[in-house]
T-cell receptor, first 112, second 114 residues
Framework: AQRVTQPEKLLSVFKGAPVELKCNYS??????LFWYVQYSRQRLQLLLR??SRESIKGFTADLNKGETSFHLKKPFAQEEDSAMYYC??????????????FGKGTHLIIQP | SAVISQKPSRDICQRGTSLTIQCQVD?????MFWYRQQPGQSLTLIAT?????????ESGFVIDKFPISRPNLTFSTLTVSNLSPEDSSIYLC???????????FGEGSRLTVL
């Protein structure tokens, strides 16, 4: 079965400092990975998907199949980045795409 | 993108009763899923809602407790039966768009069981 691990429950950095939120996965097939963000009292939003290879709000994430990682990075943190971040993996079975498997989430706090 | 409407957005229920949550999408979708987010926790997949047939449940979730319907491509319901305080959670509907394969989440339905 697939698994997503986010080792840090809480990450606190100062404004302007670099941010890296770690995500490791285990999956026997070819993974499709996502980062979701949940700001306080708002719905879950898609931040990044690895296949689109885009940068959203200054965040990037690269899939490293050798290390089975999909870490989320931003060079200069901003206070509005404070939120819960979830790494998720989508697997595929015979019937098509399965639901997402989520990591436990990392609460990112940006201090002024 | 897709607009996903979940009703009710929140409810307070008594122990032993049931609550049915509706999910309506305005776009053509392939897959529909139901998730649970317990207080302070991550999201856990409950089941895949299959059109016109029984839902596919994840380990730890059963049809008697979480009956699901999906009568057409854009509508699904999740019922949480025989409520107990442990069922207090946010329940979220998620869909996969047919044309792009992108995943979207509804706003969630916050359930409190007294």
């Amino acid at each position: 079965a697939q698994r997503v691990t986010q080792p840090e429950k809480l990450l606190s950095v100062f404004k302007g400092a670099p941010v890296e939120l770690k995500c490791n996965y285990s999956y026997s097939g070819s993974p499709e990975l996502f980062w979701y963000v949940q700001y306080s009292r708002q719905r879950l939003q898609l931040l990044l998907r690895h296949i689109s290879r885009e940068s959203i709000k200054g965040f990037t994430a690269d899939l490293n199949k050798g290390e089975t990682s999909f870490h989320l990075k931003k060079p200069f943190a901003q206070e509005e980045d404070s939120a819960m971040y979830y790494c998720a993996l989508r697997s595929y079975s015979g019937g098509g795409a399965d639901g997402l498997t989520f990591g436990k989430g990392t609460h990112l706090i940006i201090q002024p | 993108s897709a607009v996903i409407s979940q009703k009710p957005s929140r409810d307070i229920c008594q122990r032993g009763t049931s609550l049915t949550i509706q999910c309506q999408v305005d776009s053509q979708v392939t897959m529909m899923f139901w998730y649970r987010q317990q207080p302070g926790q991550s999201l856990t997949l409950i089941a895949t809602a299959n059109q016109g047939s029984e839902a596919t449940y994840e380990s730890g979730f059963v049809i008697d407790k979480f009956p699901i319907s999906r009568p057409n491509l854009t509508f699904s319901t999740l019922t949480v039966s025989n409520l107990s305080p442990e069922d207090s959670s946010i329940y979220l509907c998620s869909v996969t768009l047919r044309n792009t394969g992108e995943l979207f989440f509804g706003e969630g339905s916050r359930l409190t069981v007294l």
